[in-house]
C-alpha cells in the first residue's frame, strides 16, 4: 500500500481497512470520474475482488456512482473522504507505536 508520503509498506500485510482507504484516494484522485478499471490499476486489485469492496463503499455511503456513457463513474462522498481523515489519523498513531525508538523504551535493569 503506498502512503500520503508515496512510500510503499511491503512488509506489512494489507488489512481490510488498508483497502478500503486505498480505493477511497485512488477514487478521490480522479475528482467525480473514476471508472472501475482507473482504480483496479491504482488500487492493485483486480477488477472482479475490486468490485466486492466498491459494492461495500457504496452500500456504507463511503462512495457514489453514477452513470457517464452508460457505466457507472465513482466519487467518494463526505462520509467517505471522513473515513480517509480518520483512517490516516490512526496509521500515524499507529505508525509511532511500532516504531518507538529504542533509547525511548524503558529500561529492564533490575
Same mark, same amino acid.
Given at each position: 500500500?503506498?502512503?500520503?508520503? #508515496? ?5 506489512? $500485510?494489507?488489512?481490510?481497512?488498508? *483497502?478500503? +482507504?486505498?480505493? !477511497? ?18 488500487? #492493485? ?5 475490486? $468490485?466486492?469492496?466498491?459494492?461495500? *463503499?457504496? +452500500?456504507?455511503? !463511503? ?48
Amino acid at each position: 500500500m503506498h502512503g500520503r508520503d #508515496g512510500s510503499a509498506s511491503a512488509a506489512r $500485510r494489507r488489512e481490510v481497512s488498508d *483497502l478500503y +482507504a486505498t480505493v !477511497l484516494e485512488v477514487v478521490k484522485h480522479y475528482h467525480g470520474a473514476a471508472r472501475i478499471t482507473r482504480v483496479s490499476y491504482g488500487a #492493485g486489485m483486480p477488477v472482479d475482488r475490486l $468490485r466486492n469492496f466498491m459494492d461495500r *463503499l457504496l +452500500a456504507l455511503g !463511503l462512495l457514489k456512482s453514477e452513470e457517464h456513457d452508460r457505466r457507472p463513474v465513482y466519487d467518494i462522498t463526505p462520509r467517505g473522504q471522513e473515513f480517509l481523515d480518520t483512517y490516516w489519523k490512526m496509521r500515524g498513531y499507529i505508525e509511532g507505536l511500532e516504531h518507538t525508538p529504542s533509547d525511548e523504551r524503558p529500561s529492564r535493569r533490575g
